[in-house]
Structure formats: structure tokens, C-alpha cells
């Protein structure tokens, strides 16, 4: 059974076996071909110096995801992806950055999804991707949403691009 909240507050301690499970599934959804575009280009123009304080790529690289991933989607054993309402095109990197960063709270789990996904978000197309998941999350705070990942979201921000990002609008 998933938690019931996207935000993870303790290691769910997942086997090698979950993890390849979930590459194998998230690799057989991108080869899925997509005219939806789940996170749109002018969304992320229009967020990316409100929330990160930067301004957004002209190129952005996309693949077919998930769109919203997270452990409250995601099963322990069997490992199942649910609630795919989001699916779509998106930046590359956008899901595994968006495991990070509702990961964020419990560093040893957020360092393994790090490291397993570390052949994409260590690209240029995958910081690109986990910023915009980070865009994203720090939209949903600024609607008063996971305000116990407010802070670690911000530290995120900072550390990979290098400066502290704006404090959120307010509602």
C-alpha cells in the first residue's frame, strides 16, 4: 500500500528489484508517442523567474512520463504506477525530479534516487527536468500545498542554480 501523501517522511527501505521495476516501467512510458503536453513550455516560462529566479531554456527536451511521481503513486511490492491522469510529455528528467524533491526530507532516500537517477538528471535536459519539478512544487506551496518541503525545495533550488530562488507570491 502507497502512503497517502505525496511528501515521504521516512525510508520506505525499497529493494534493488522495486527500483529496476520502476526504470523498467517509466523507460516503456517514454517510448510511449504523445501529442500531450502535461507540463507545457509557457507554463515553465512564465514560472521558471517567478519560482526559480532564472529565466527557462529556449530548447526544452521532452519524453513521454508520468507526470505527477511520487510514492503516494507508486506501490511497495508488487511495485504498481498509479493515478496516470498526468501523463503527457514532459521535460526529461521531470519525473525523476519530482521523486526527488517529495523525497527531499529523507536524505537517504532522496541520495538513492540520486543515484539511480543520475544517467539523466546529471545531463543538461535532466537539471532542466528537475527544475521544472521543482517549478512545479514551489507553484503548489505557493498555493499553500507541502509546506513541510517549502524549505528543502528552496535549498534544491539554490543548490543547482547557484542562487537563492524568490520567495513565493503570495495567494
Known amino acids: 500500500m502507497p502512503p497517502h501523501t505525496p511528501e515521504l517522511i521516512a525510508d520506505p527501505h525499497l529493494t534493488d528489484g522495486w527500483w529496476a521495476d520502476l526504470h523498467r516501467a517509466l523507460d516503456h512510458l517514454a517510448g510511449v508517442q504523445t501529442e500531450r503536453e502535461t507540463v507545457r513550455t509557457l507554463r515553465m516560462r512564465r514560472s521558471f523567474p ?37 501523463w503527457g510529455s514532459v521535460p526529461v528528467g ?48 505557493a498555493r499553500g500545498e507541502y509546506a513541510d518541503i517549502a524549505e528543502p525545495l528552496m535549498d534544491r533550488a539554490a543548490a543547482l542554480t547557484g542562487r537563492r530562488p524568490p520567495a513565493p507570491p503570495s495567494r
Open 94 to 141: 521531470f519525473d525523476a525530479g519530482l521523486l526527488l524533491a517529495h523525497s527531499l526530507r529523507v536524505p537517504a532516500v532522496a541520495a538513492r534516487v540520486r543515484h539511480e537517477f543520475a544517467g539523466v538528471l546529471a545531463t543538461p535536459a535532466g537539471l532542466l527536468g528537475e527544475l521544472a519539478a521543482l517549478c512545479e512544487l514551489r507553484h503548489s506551496v
Open 50 to 86: 517567478l519560482f526559480l529566479g532564472i529565466d527557462a531554456p529556449g530548447r526544452i527536451e521532452r519524453a513521454t512520463g508520468h507526470g505527477d511521481l511520487h510514492r503516494a503513486n507508486l506501490t511497495h511490492a508488487p511495485r504498481t504506477v498509479m493515478d496516470r491522469e498526468r
